[in-house]
């Protein structure tokens, strides 16, 4: 019992991290299997309801099944719940059940919850979860609010129930939907390309949940004051509303040049905003043109920001790529960006989530059109979702074999932990991180 014991105080930060989603996509997929998670009573084969769990752990939205016909309300719940675990944090969910139950919450619990939510310091990490879990909580039903009217005016009492799930799924940046019907399976929400008010609380939800817990702080205590932002924060913003604003601008030149113009719009924005790592799309994928699809590729390897509901390598990673580059050509020692200088160890560690991100996405890519005979842009594509945990695709997800499908379940899964946790958590059992960085650091991965 002792040795049990010894071995739980051993653990660092980063195995808890790695352990607690592991645990929770294991008993999802078990609960999945059960013949009432089913709208058919059968049993589901292990791989589907791992593969299922997986994505809705890791916030991806790639599927196997059709969320909406294939399972049943039960399992939909589950899904839902498991979307809500995953989106904030398996940390951060039993942080605040403890905090409930008036549990103290110890040294080594806060460490953890700061490096589960990227935090610069322990201090005020129990005043943050709470304020991570209100917001969350109060956006979510807001959001349900604003899509009550049009999901209610079609299905009825049952729209409740739609809207709160895409609300949720939006706001994770999971990409789930449950409009698929037997005759009409996998439809995203490419019948409301048009329809506004969809768009704009869809978008909004992802955007929102995608730029970080810390940054809603930042807004939060600073208002509208930008320069008092951290500069983590201004980082993001700025990055978020070019990798927004650029892509949109390209989608609107390059496609859907056939729809009126309020309706063109809509959708450049949409998707521009969904592989950043919502999994939503209003238009036809595959329909859009090639370097379209490169751009979305990009995209989805980027990502959300470091503490938020979104994967990745992180809007701050790319961001110091960017700003590393530039200094390289302008002949300066270190990068900067508001007259402040980038630590070098921020850097390495940039270029090392980057590297290791590309070489998941490319040789998973390679893998899987070896193994099924298909384009390797296809499966690139589809690689690039899984391990951005976005879950767009291009309509191979349910026809992959097994292998496939497991390569697609690692990626989503150490797309969503984080390559570095899993490095730290493999070598050390020291609470080192590299959120654990002075303000004028910035966090990466």
Same mark, same amino acid.
């Given at each position: ?15 808890? !991290? ?6 929770? /996509? ?21 791989? %589907? ?21 294939? =399972? ?40 953890? #919850?700061?490096?589960a ?7 005020g ?6 304020? !991570? ?5 109060l956006?979510?039903? !807001?959001?349900?609010?604003?899509m ?10 049952k729209? /409740? =129930? ?27 929400? $490419?019948?409301?390309?048009? %329809?506004p008010?969809?768009?704009?609380? /869809? ?12 940054? =809603?702080?930042d807004?939060?205590?600073?208002? =509208? ?33 056939? #729809? ?34 490169a /751009? #979305? ?7 959300g ?14 961001a ?62 589809? $690689? ?11 309509? !191979? ?14 990626? #989503? ?33």
């Amino acid at each position: 019992m002792s040795e049990i014991t010894h071995r739980k105080k051993r653990l660092s930060s980063f195995k808890l !991290i790695v352990l607690g989603f592991a645990s929770v /996509i294991v008993l999802g997929a078990l609960i999945l299997m059960l013949p009432f998670s089913s709208t058919a009573g059968v049993v589901t084969p292990f791989h %589907e309801a791992l593969f299922t769990s997986t994505s809705a752990v890791c916030v991806t939205g790639l599927v196997v099944q059709d969320t909406g016909s294939y =399972w049943s309300a039960f399992g939909q719940t589950v899904i839902l719940l498991m979307i809500q675990i995953g989106g904030l944090g398996v940390v951060t969910v039993a942080a605040f059940f403890a905090m409930l139950s008036g549990r103290k919450i110890s040294l080594m619990q806060r460490s953890t #919850m700061q490096d589960a939510i990227s935090a610069p310091k322990v201090g005020g990490i129990v005043r943050l979860t709470r304020f !991570i879990v209100r917001g969350t909580f109060l956006i979510e039903l !807001i959001g349900m609010l604003v899509m009550l009217p049009t999901f209610c005016g079609k299905f009825g009492i049952k729209g /409740i =129930w739609m809207a709160a799930f895409h609300s949720i799924s939006a706001f994770c940046n999971a990409g789930f939907d449950i409009l698929g019907t037997a005759e009409n399976k996998y439809p995203s929400l $490419t019948e409301y390309i048009g %329809e506004p008010t969809i768009n704009i609380a /869809i978008m909004l939800l992802i955007i929102v949940g995608g730029i970080g817990f810390l940054t =809603w702080d930042d807004i939060y205590t600073n208002k =509208w004051h930008f320069k008092k932002y951290r500069m983590q924060s201004k980082v993001i913003l700025v990055t978020t509303a070019i990798l927004i604003i650029a892509p949109a601008v390209f989608f609107f030149f390059c496609d859907f040049t056939g #729809m009126p113009l309020g309706e063109r719009i809509l959708a450049s924005l949409f998707q521009s905003v969904t592989p950043r790592t919502a999994g939503f799309n209003t238009a036809d994928l595959p329909a859009m043109t090639g370097s379209s699809k490169a /751009i #979305m590729i990009l995209l989805m390897l980027v990502g959300g920001s470091p503490g938020s509901t979104a994967g990745g390598m992180k809007t701050t990673t790319f961001a110091v790529l960017i700003l590393s580059a530039f200094s390289v050509c302008r002949k300066k020692d270190d990068a900067e960006v508001y007259g402040r200088r980038i630590d070098g160890s921020t850097v390495k560690n940039a270029v090392t989530i980057a590297v290791m991100y590309f070489l998941l996405f490319f040789i998973g890519g390679i893998v899987i059109s070896m193994a099924e005979g298909l384009p390797l842009s296809t499966c690139l594509y589809e $690689t690039a979702s899984a391990v951005g945990t976005v879950g767009l695709t291009l309509g !191979i997800t349910p026809q992959l074999g097994i292998l496939s499908q497991l390569i697609l379940i690692v990626l #989503m899964y150490l797309g969503r932990v984080g390559g570095l946790t899993l490095i730290y958590a493999a070598i050390s059992n020291k609470n080192q991180s590299v959120a654990k960085l002075p303000l004028e650091k910035i966090t990466v991965g």
